[in-house]
């Protein structure tokens, strides 16, 4: 089977140019869709991709600039709202980011400190167990002290 012909670069570009202006974001597909359907073959993906990715750097996005809303009010008084609209919509993101970046941050620590009192854990165990041994222990070596007492006391007082 045969190779379709290639088409030239400057063909392909000028089919993005003009599916810009018909869609606001042309993907890949629908650009591959089109050259099938004009073309008769959908041309390689990679190809494809890059001369987009190229057209897309090249030439931004054209957007329409918003019409002025007739409020009445001088065009530089609505470019001063906007401008104060930004700037309180940017102090709104600050905080936001701000936030979450300090409940994070103590989200980290308690993790940290989880992970320590885990790694802790089995070594606190163990010297508890120790411990309680010991007392057990102690506690043996106390009544047997109290017999051995209890005991002397006893003979103490017979041979009185």
């Known amino acids: 089977?045969?190779?379709?012909?290639?088409?030239?670069?400057?063909?392909?570009?000028?089919?993005?140019?003009?599916?810009?202006?018909?869609?606001?974001?042309?993907?890949?597909?629908?650009?591959?869709?089109?050259?099938?359907?004009?073309?008769?073959?959908?041309?390689?993906?990679?190809?494809?991709?890059?001369?987009?990715?190229?057209?897309?750097?090249?030439?931004p996005p054209h957007w329409p600039t918003p019409e002025p809303v007739a409020t009445g009010e001088p065009p530089h008084a609505a470019l001063a709202a906007a401008l104060e609209r930004a700037r309180l919509a940017e102090h709104r993101e600050e905080a936001h980011?701000?936030?979450?970046?300090?409940?994070?941050?103590?989200?980290?620590?308690?993790?940290?400190?989880?992970?320590?009192?885990?790694?802790?854990?089995?070594r606190l165990e163990a010297e508890l167990q120790d411990r309680s041994r010991e007392l057990a222990a102690a506690y043996r070596r106390i009544s047997d002290l109290e017999a051995q007492l209890g005991e002397t006391e006893g003979l103490n007082t017979l041979t009185r």
């Open 1 to 59: 089977m045969a190779r379709p012909p290639r088409l030239p670069d400057a063909t392909i570009l000028a089919l993005i140019a003009e599916l810009r202006g018909q869609h606001a974001a042309l993907t890949g597909t629908h650009l591959r869709e089109e050259l099938a359907r004009r073309h008769g073959f959908r041309g390689g993906v990679s190809r494809v991709y890059r001369l987009l990715r190229q057209a897309t750097t090249a030439s």
């Open 97 to 122: 980011q701000a936030r979450w970046a300090r409940e994070i941050h103590e989200l980290r620590e308690q993790v940290r400190t989880l992970s320590d009192a885990a790694r802790r854990a089995p």
